[in-house]
């Protein structure tokens, strides 16, 4: 309880600054971006002006805020929450769930999962379950997380044959999150993955130079190797869409992509 009050005492000016500091800007920097004098901007940060509503909302565009956490500017700054968050499952998102079942039928017989802003799969196809085979059980109970069962030793780590390259891109991927967001929860994820392997060292930020890193999967029908394209809804204005992003996985040699041919092509 200690933790929570603490963190609702931490005013708009500290969370203004925390994300223009994230974003790497000075407050000149974010003055010209956003058409607001430096003056003005020194004044929302250390408190001595309170700003609009919409001011608010016009700095968080500017700075890139992810709308869960533009509504939290929004109450530090004394105003109710804008942005709603939609159960998937409800009439309204009925459209949005079409779409994604489509997406996730048209890109058969190749994997391709829907994950929530903490990497929680949302939804996937058939050919998915490929990837999941040998999995221990408890790894894939709802909630099943990506990023666990990528790299857990009991998950796919056993059968990833360049383990320590792709462990590198995915533990880079999600510091390179952890920064831009600032979530609590996927920093927590994040130490958690990275302690599962190898000597827990931070990601060099480097990654393999290539055209692309594959997945490189031990399977019953031979080496498989997989790359991925990531998609998100292009003008969300509810933050379950916002934190909604799909990936979707292609064969990256000829062996693989009959494999999964073979296998789920017109299958029930």
């Known amino acids: 309880m200690a933790a929570v009050a603490s963190l609702d005492r931490i005013t708009f000016g500290d969370r203004l600054r925390a994300w ?17 004098s430096a003056r003005h901007l020194s004044f929302l940060e250390t408190g001595r002006a309170r700003p609009s509503r919409e001011l608010v909302l016009h700095l968080a ?5 992810p709308l869960r956490d ?27 769930r079409r779409a994604l079942d489509a997406l996730l039928r048209s890109h058969e017989p190749y994997p391709a999962v829907v994950v929530d802003r903490w990497w929680n799969l949302v939804t996937a196809n058939r050919p998915t379950l490929m990837l999941l085979d040998g999995v221990a059980p408890a790894l894939v109970e709802p909630p099943v997380n990506v990023m666990r069962v990528s790299l857990h030793p009991e998950g796919l780590a056993p ?15 999600l510091a390179r999150q952890v920064h831009l967001t600032g979530d609590q929860q996927l920093a927590a994820l994040y130490d958690e993955v990275r302690g599962y392997a190898g000597d827990g060292r931070e990601p060099s930020g480097t990654e393999a130079i290539d055209v692309v890193l594959p997945l490189r999967l031990r399977s019953p029908f031979g080496e498989l190797a997989l790359f991925s394209t990531i ?25 693989t992509a009959k494999v ?8 029930a």
């Open 159 to 173: 059968r990833v044959v360049n383990y320590d390259e792709y462990r590198e891109h995915l533990l880079t991927r």
């Open 70 to 96: 533009r509504n939290t500017l929004l109450v530090a700054a004394g105003f109710a929450p804008t942005y709603r968050e939609t159960p998937l499952e409800e009439v309204s998102m009925t459209p949005v």
């Open 260 to 267: 999964l041919r073979e296998h789920f092509t017109d299958r």
């Open 231 to 255: 998609a998100v809804f292009g003008t969300p204005v509810d933050i379950t869409l916002d934190e909604l992003a799909s990936e979707q996985f292609f064969p990256a040699d000829e062996h």
């Open 20 to 36: 223009r500091m994230r974003r790497r800007l000075s407050q000149l920097q974010l003055s010209n971006e956003a058409g607001v």
């Open 61 to 65: 565009e500017h700075l890139d805020v």
